[in-house]
């Protein structure tokens, strides 16, 4: 290194040692006091995971700063001290759509930091199904796509599964092609979930319209594939890339640039207000017309806002559908608590499957 950069980095690289190690006595403080309140809870039958307390620990973070780190830095970094502090306490067993390098471990990770015991499964079903069962504190699992719509298969377990919903959290889809070598030479099948193919059918048509498509369980699985066979590539998570060694030949060939999935994180707790929060319900109505403007009408009457409508099949046969409905706040809020009550007494089906923080 030249000299006069190194006269110039030695004692700002000592000033940055002593910074850090000041930071490290304040977190090692922290995560003591964490563990006092650990004691607490035990002695109380208190939970860990506070999903309210979190979202607000970020939340005023990002009020008192003043930069010049942006927002987005500042709450991945406390996520991962509450995710160390928690895991002193009690480490999480979280369950979500493996295999590893999926989005769905990546919104594991966002949504819990990186101090918890990740549990693989092979389906949307066994996610829920570990929840209920205990082998897992909390599930992940996916909601809807903005370019795809709602996975189907999350919304009726939603309504036949005692578990809730506590918590949101949404993924940026940055899709990427990979081979072993990091070009597409010898290739001759790009793989993944059908998902993905679609959602970058516009750009494989216009650069690759040469080379076949074949579907794949998962991305990951598809990556996997791609690891052992030079013949294959496939479209996956830049994680994934790491996860099986693979090189990026493009990165972020989804048609859509904006392409996000949310996730849902489900378990057993009930949270408390957070001053942000959502409220996710399932409702039904007689088949009859003007039923679902009756049904709405005390949302409306009550100030409370709706964020989302979704219609589902009952599947008995008779064009009855289940209607999925997020609102804005708590369910312990005033307003919101004498909308639902008012709501309840009006429909033919009512499920509240949460009330948690709307994300960051
Ligand atoms: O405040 C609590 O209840 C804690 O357990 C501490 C803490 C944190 O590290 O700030 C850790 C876990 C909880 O989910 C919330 C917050």
């Known amino acids: 290194m030249d000299d006069d950069l190194q006269k110039k980095l030695a004692p700002l690289r000592e000033r940055i040692d002593a910074i850090d190690a000041q930071v490290l006595e304040l977190l090692s403080e922290r995560a003591r006091t964490a563990q006092a309140v650990g004691m607490a809870k035990e002695h109380h039958a208190g939970a860990v995971f506070r999903p309210e307390r979190e979202a607000q620990v970020i939340r005023r973070l990002q009020e008192l700063n003043a930069g010049p780190l942006p927002g987005q830095a500042l709450s991945a970094i406390w996520m991962e001290i509450m995710s160390a502090c928690r895991a002193l306490e009690q480490p999480a067993r979280v369950a979500y759509l493996g295999p590893q390098g999926t989005y769905s471990e990546q919104a594991v990770l966002a949504h ?181 403007y009756r049904m709405l009408a005390p949302l409306a009457e009550n100030d409370v806002s709706m964020t989302r409508f979704e219609s589902r099949p009952a599947r008995t046969g008779q064009w009855e559908y289940y209607f999925y409905v997020d609102i804005e706040g708590h369910r312990q809020d005033p307003k919101v608590a004498k909308a639902l009550a008012a709501l309840q007494a ?15």
């Open 346 to 360: 009006r429909v033919a089906f009512f499920k509240v499957l949460g009330s948690y923080p709307v994300s960051a």
């Open 112 to 292: 819990f930091g990186h101090a918890v015991d990740a549990i693989s499964c092979g389906t949307i079903d066994e996610v829920f199904r570990s929840v209920e069962t205990r082998r897992a504190d909390f599930g992940i699992v996916p909601l809807e796509n903005s370019n795809e719509g709602a996975v189907n298969r999350t919304l009726d377990l939603l309504l036949s599964s005692p578990v809730k919903v506590l918590g949101e959290r949404s993924v940026a889809v940055v899709q990427c092609l990979m081979t072993q070598s990091g070009t597409l030479d010898g290739v001759s099948v790009i793989r993944s979930h059908p998902q993905s193919l679609a959602q970058c059918q516009g750009w494989l048509s216009d650069h690759h319209p040469e080379l076949a498509r074949a579907s794949a369980a998962s991305n990951a699985e598809a990556a996997r594939l791609a690891s052992e066979d030079p013949t294959v590539a496939a479209i996956a998570s830049e994680q994934a890339a790491q996860r099986w060694g693979l090189k990026v030949v493009a990165a972020g060939i989804q048609d859509d640039p904006h392409n996000r999935t949310r996730f849902l994180a489900i378990g057993h707790l009930e949270t408390t207000p957070s001053g942000r929060d959502k409220t996710s319900l399932i409702l039904a109505v007689p088949n009859e017309a003007g039923a679902v």
